[in-house]
């Protein structure tokens, strides 16, 4: 096993960690990193690169699954566990679905087949970097003060919230058991946490902003994955599965999270 190696350019919290056993891969995604503006370090091997992204913190972790020691699926079970949610785009040269399903039910925000295109892949990470980015800085922005109602107009003011929450950030919302404050984030389950990655909660986000109206899966891929994800409706279906497995009461007879057949997905709270 090598040492970590860390590339010096770009400025702090910039960090993107290569998981990945290969030096030639390895160093491409690290050159090509860099000249994007970000810092990379690469790691060859499963038990060190947990150790690094715990001790280290980056903005994001590129993870190849076929990894001496331990696996990246090990790596990433490993950082769920810990509640460690950095953004987590696995790389592998299997096809089998059953690696695609493991990855995204361990937490993977993305699986991409190797071979790959680069330049689908670097679209990829500036795409979940930035969703993360304006996560973060929602997650962070204090409330804004409660703007009064006019005693005279309480009908009017009614009417108008549903407007408000249709054009802006959801308040919190309730359904069955589950309690959503998207400001925060957070889902709880009977008062529990419930731990979701970035893109299963910006796909349960959507839905429930979405008013009951039937999503197509190419209209979620565009609308939570961005323009470079079409064509990729199966892992739409991978991530309702997921959130119903974490949500619903019975995962194989949902009540919120609906599939309309033929057509796509309909949240009823």
């Known amino acids: 096993m090598t040492a970590a190696k860390v590339g010096n350019e770009a400025h702090a919290g910039t960090l993107v960690t290569i998981v990945e056993d290969d030096p030639a891969i390895a160093e491409g995604l690290a050159l090509n990193l860099r000249l994007q503006g970000h810092r990379t370090e690469t790691v060859d091997d499963g038990e060190t690169a947990l150790k690094r992204i715990v001790e280290t913190d980056p ?48 937490g993977a ?51 108008n919230d549903a407007g408000h929450q249709a054009e802006g950030a959801l308040p919190s919302l309730r359904f069955g058991d589950v309690e959503i404050e998207p400001a925060k984030r957070t889902v709880t389950r009977r008062g529990t946490p419930v731990a979701l990655t970035h893109r299963e909660f910006e796909l349960l986000a959507f839905l429930c902003a979405s008013g009951g109206r039937v999503m197509s899966r190419d209209e979620l891929v565009r609308k939570v994955w961005g323009l470079a994800y079409a064509g990729q409706g199966r892992t739409v279906d991978n991530f309702v599965a997921q959130l119903r497995s974490k949500l619903e009461s019975d995962p194989d007879r949902p009540k919120h999270l609906l599939t309309v057949r033929g057509s796509g997905y309909r949240f009823v709270p």
């Open 59 to 106: 903005v994001l972790v590129l993870l190849d699954i076929t990894l001496p020691a331990q696996s990246g699926l090990w790596v990433l079970e490993r950082l769920r566990e810990r509640d460690n949610h950095v953004p987590v785009i696995v790389l592998s040269a299997r096809q089998d679905e059953f690696d695609k399903v493991a990855a995204l039910r361990l």
């Open 109 to 159: 925000d993305d699986y991409v087949t190797k071979p790959f295109a680069l330049a689908e892949l670097l679209a990829r990470v500036a795409g979940l970097l930035r969703r993360s980015r304006l996560s973060r800085m929602a997650a962070a922005a204090p409330p804004s003060p409660p703007v009064p109602t006019p005693p005279s107009a309480p009908a009017a003011a009614a009417d």
